[in-house]
């Protein structure tokens, strides 16, 4: 799994083989295969939307959305939706509370609050306005790097030297300018750069 599409969210079907269908995202552009995905289509235009919070396959409810926040002042809303989010477990590709990845949590914390950012860490780092750690404020995204130097995780900046983030769950943890430091002392990801975005 890559991602997941959310109850609610409009697609295009860009191609179907057999029963299987390649979509794109209305709302940030990404596109996957899926399969038996529950939808209909809009009236108003040619797009699809999921019709069905969850799928079951195999017998396995897969989660296909939740809403989880409404738009507020733009970083007290973030950080009040992102602290929902609180102990979801980690999925690669997940976008609910049921299972979430790094940037799928910033993703879907942003769009709660009217924000609108790509799927992946590595395509987040080039949206907003870059500020140093020492200008840092609540609702700010913090990008961290693998020792290649490829972005590979995101976090969203929260008061007191802490981030909130998707790693084995979500969770808060200390923020230097190394990096993430987890409760035993140990830094966890190389910090490499610090956004702005609202």
């Known amino acids: 799994m890559v991602s ?15 029963e299987w ?28 939307i999921v019709t069905e919070p969850f799928l079951t396959e195999n017998n396995i409810i ?8 409404t738009k507020q002042q733009p970083s007290q809303g973030v950080i009040q939706t992102a602290l929902l989010m609180i102990n979801a477990p980690y999925l690669w590709g997940g976008r609910t509370f ?6 799928g949590f910033t993703q879907v914390v942003f769009k709660a609050n009217g924000v609108s950012l790509p799927r992946d860490a590595s395509q987040q780092v080039h949206t907003g306005t870059e500020v140093s750690l020492v200008e840092a404020q609540a609702g700010d ?3 961290f790097v693998s020792p290649e130097g490829k972005v590979t995780h995101v976090g969203i ?6 981030i909130i983030h998707a790693s084995k ?15 035993q002392g ?6 490499f750069k610090i956004k702005r975005v609202q």
Do not use: N
């Open 186 to 191: 140990v830094k966890t990801h190389s910090l």
């Open 62 to 69: 897969y989660p296909l959305g939740s809403h989880v926040g």
């Open 141 to 143: 995204l913090a990008f």
């Open 4 to 18: 997941q599409i959310l109850y609610g969210e409009s697609f295009e079907i860009t191609e179907t083989r057999g």
């Open 169 to 183: 769950f979500v969770r808060i943890d200390q923020l230097s300018p190394a990096g993430i430091i987890d409760p």
């Open 157 to 162: 900046v929260l008061d007191d030297h802490k």
């Open 98 to 103: 049921m299972g979430i990845d790094c940037s």
């Open 21 to 48: 269908q390649r979509i794109r995202m209305v709302f940030d552009g990404y596109e996957g295969w899926c399969e038996g995905l529950p939808y209909a289509e809009r009236s108003d235009s040619d797009l699809f």
